[in-house]
């Protein structure tokens, strides 16, 4: 089983992104650098030229403005560059990152073992996966802000070094205890404001996508009310969370804006050297605190980001199973139930009978790797189902539950989940032995019609022959159905049992059935019962 954490796939998602965030990073330091020199040399310029102008006209002709003026346009240049490019740079590292991380999550959350699998609702899934991930931007960036940050704090304090090492004195232990100050506040305040507001925004999601899922049943028994209250309920505690985070937020911002205007006037009443250069550190350290608001920024963000990490953090932690690199060869079952035992050969077509809630389905899961509670002992070849892992039983098993789960897609994208190098001509006969080709065929975009959320473009019965198909496009040793005939009229169900038969006649696949209809059933040679099986201890 392959373990990791939240930081070691933030790291592999952002290497390829490595020398992208370096250049982020010199943007960063060239913004702070150029920032402080360009209202440094503006302070100085403008005031060595008043003085000057003050002195006579001789002094005046004397003062050379054009080397001053010159650089301040330089310098105003280089800040307006580097702020872009250290705005394009990170956040094109950070979005890059983000992207491969949240595609990396997805697929440890689906590919996780049944035993390990997290268990989470659309509105929780949309919050870890959308939400969390997004906050983690900020731990990306963060790099250029700090780099900056004290690049800018140094730069300043080199400048106010040359008026003398009082006003330099004051100017870092302004700014630096601006900075201590700012993180030690953030991290005793806004943590618990954080998660409340993080549990309140996850609430929110939850219910809004529990409600649109039950639509239609709210319209009908006119619900549309009651919900409306209830939602409003969820939203108000989300908003009162989120004003009492950004009120404390925005308090610990002021202290860099406080501690530069403080900063600024100890350097210019302890200055010497003149008023131009008392100017030139006073407007440095006003300069300073534009860069480290943005270390203050980061600072303010990192409880949020610490609390959406710990969240996705229990995605990250789920064990992978170590992928199988060859197909073993087509194993026999075994089943053990409460009044016998049943060996299946390979190709056996076996019917699975019994009252609800016997296990049929959860025998079902188990095999096809989603669940490990079958109340019966199923072996495939000579180990345990429940202890094969998802990677071996889906290389044996495809499954096509009652209720099966369509993609927000075309019908080719969810037809091509089934496997990798699908040709059109295997598509059109799986839909066509799922007696699905003619309708497909009739759309306006046949394959790559839309088909909605789940399927809801489509009726009950295409949906369920469309996952059919799916199933049959797997190309699996075994083939599990849940109700394959549910939902369709006599005729439709004659024709597909046909074809069925014919697929299994052609393909020597296995089948194990569960079905109430006597059509499906006929295609089983074998019937077993699990009538008074209960879960095992």
Same mark, same amino acid.
């Given at each position: ?6 930081? %070691? ?8 992104? /490595? ?41 005046? /002709? ?15 240049? $280089? ?40 268990? $989470? ?6 919050? !870890? ?77 939850? %219910? ?26 969820? %939203? ?23 501690? @530069? ?19 030139? @550190? ?38 992978? #199973?170590? #992928? ?6 087509? #194993?026999? $079952? ?7 035992t049943h060996r299946l050969m390979p190709g056996a077509r076996v019917a ?89 065929? %009739? !759309? ?13 473009? !489509? ?53 194990? !059935? ?8 006929? $295609? ?14």
């Amino acid at each position: 089983m392959s373990e990791v954490n939240l930081s %070691a796939l933030l790291t592999a998602s952002a290497a390829p992104w /490595r020398r992208t965030r370096r250049l982020a990073l010199l943007s960063g330091i060239l913004v702070a650098v150029a920032t402080i020199a360009l209202l440094a040399l503006s302070g100085w310029f403008i005031t060595a030229a008043a003085i000057a102008g003050v002195a006579g006209p001789t002094a005046a /002709r004397g003062f050379n403005y054009l080397v001053p003026a010159a650089t301040i346009r330089l310098l105003a240049i $280089l800040r307006t560059a580097g702020r872009y490019f250290e705005r394009l740079l990170s956040h094109q590292a950070a979005l890059g990152t983000l992207a491969s991380l949240r595609t990396t999550l997805f697929a440890r959350a689906a590919a996780a073992e049944a035993s390990g699998r997290l268990r $989470l609702s659309g509105g929780e899934g949309a919050s !870890l996966l959308g939400r969390d991930v997004d906050q983690l931007e900020d731990r990306v960036i963060r790099g250029p802000q700090i780099a900056g940050a004290f690049a800018g704090l140094l730069f300043a304090v080199f400048l106010a070094a040359v008026t003398g090492i009082i006003p330099a004195l004051c100017v870092v232990l302004c700014l630096a205890g601006a900075c201590v100050m700012t993180s030690w506040l953030a991290r005793r305040m806004l943590p618990d404001l954080a998660q409340c507001e993080a549990a309140a925004s996850n609430d929110l999601k939850v %219910a809004l996508a529990e409600y649109a899922a039950a639509a239609g049943e709210i319209a009908v028994y006119d619900l549309t009310a009651r919900v409306s209250a209830e939602l409003e309920q969820v %939203a108000a505690r989300h908003d009162d969370a989120q004003f009492r985070l950004a009120r404390a937020e925005a308090a610990i911002a002021t202290i860099p804006t406080a501690a @530069a205007g403080i900063a600024c006037a100890l350097a210019l009443a302890t200055a010497h050297g003149g008023a131009a250069l008392a100017a030139m @550190a006073a407007l440095a350290a006003i300069a300073a605190g534009e860069s480290i608001a943005g270390y203050a920024r980061a600072q303010i963000r990192a409880p949020s980001v610490d609390e959406a990490s710990a969240r996705l953090d229990k995605i990250a932690a789920v064990g992978l #199973p170590d #992928p199988v690199s060859a197909s073993p060869a087509v #194993p026999g $079952l075994t089943i053990i139930t409460s009044v016998g035992t049943h060996r299946l050969m390979p190709g056996a077509r076996v019917a699975i009978a019994g009252p609800s809630g016997c296990g049929k389905t959860r025998l079902l899961g188990t095999l096809a790797g989603l669940r490990t509670d079958a109340p019966q002992e199923i072996i495939v070849g000579e180990r345990a189902a429940s202890e094969m892992g998802l990677y071996r039983l889906r290389q044996q098993f495809a499954l096509v539950p009652q209720d099966p789960m369509l993609i927000a897609g075309t019908i080719l994208d969810n037809l091509r989940l089934a496997r990798a190098g699908i040709g059109e001509d295997e598509i059109w006969e799986a839909l066509s032995t799922a007696c699905l080709d003619q309708e497909v065929r %009739a !759309l306006p975009d046949r394959l790559d019609q839309w088909i909605g959320e789940d399927g809801a473009q !489509l009726s009950g019965g295409q949906r369920k022959r469309l996952a059919m198909a799916r199933g049959l496009l797997a190309a699996r040793p075994w083939l599990l159905l849940d109700e394959p005939s549910e939902g369709l009229d006599a005729n439709t169900e004659a024709k597909l049992v046909a074809r069925l038969r014919d697929w299994f006649d052609r393909s020597g696949q296995g089948l194990l !059935l569960v079905s109430h209809r006597a059509a499906p059933l006929s $295609l089983c040679d074998k019937t077993i019962g699990l009538a008074g099986d209960h879960p095992r201890k």
